[in-house]
């Protein structure tokens, strides 16, 4: 069965402290995986999308990287404002089409 | 540029009542898809519509029902609510579904249903 598994479930940092976010995946045939951002009680936010393995993207303090089981997003020297749920989402074939498939999210909190 | 925009923001309705949440892509966009958001959870797939069709649907049962409009707008209809429906719901669109290219989905900011 295709599965996205987060880890960890929460995360807290101290500002400057940086760390990874972990995505995990078991799907048949990959053709994509996403990142996003997600404020409480708002949208998701695209991030990045990565496509095949050893595949790196960067903004500004994130970076998102691929193998090909998982994906980690590294947040190099957060700030409070990067506080957020981060989801991961991976796209692949069903059906003559796709399907989009999201994990449950990391919630990261980044204290002053 | 505008983005996908849905309306209403906030909806409360009572057990056993309908809905209908609405839905407009970003510009250049033809596919929406719908996605429901318990909390503290990922988005669950509910269905997704391009050129006016449903093309593919996740696990959720027939009061879930949809449609596309030609200007690519959606909406979404849900029936005979209950308690469990509430969530946020969020709207996403995309480009067309192709086999050889990848894209990702840009989302609006959710339409927060309560059922009572």
């Known amino acids: 069965e295709d599965q996205v598994t987060q880890s960890p479930e929460a995360l807290r940092l101290q500002e400057g402290e940086s760390s990874s976010l972990n995505c995990s995946y078991t799907?048949?045939?990959?053709?994509?995986l996403f990142w996003y951002r997600q404020d409480p009680g708002k949208g998701p936010e695209f991030l990045f999308t990565?496509?095949?393995a050893g595949e790196e993207k960067e903004k500004e303090r994130l970076k998102a990287t691929l193998t090909k089981k998982e994906s980690f997003l590294h947040i190099t020297a957060p700030k409070p404002e990067d506080s957020a749920t981060y989801l991961c989402a991976v796209q692949a074939p069903f059906s003559g089409t796709y399907k989009y498939i999201f994990g449950t999210g990391t919630r990261l909190k980044v204290l002053a | 540029d505008a983005g996908v925009t849905q309306s209403p923001t906030h909806l409360i309705k009572t057990r056993g009542q309908q809905v209908t949440l609405r839905c407009s892509p970003k510009s250049g966009h033809d596919t929406v898809s719908w996605y429901q958001q318990a909390l503290g959870q990922g988005p669950q797939f509910i269905f997704q519509y391009y050129e006016e069709e449903e093309r593919q649907r996740g696990n959720f049962p027939d009061r879930f029902s949809g449609h596309q409009f030609p200007n690519y707008s959606s909406e979404l209809n849900v029936n005979a609510l209950l308690l469990g429906d509430s969530a946020l719901y969020l709207c996403?669109?995309?480009?067309?579904?192709?086999?050889?290219?990848?894209?990702?989905?840009?989302f609006g900011p959710g339409t927060r249903l309560t059922v009572t």
């Open positions: 996403a669109s995309s480009l067309a579904p192709s086999a050889y290219y990848h894209y990702e989905q840009y």
């Open positions: 799907v048949s045939g990959l053709r994509g």
């Open positions: 990565l496509y095949s």
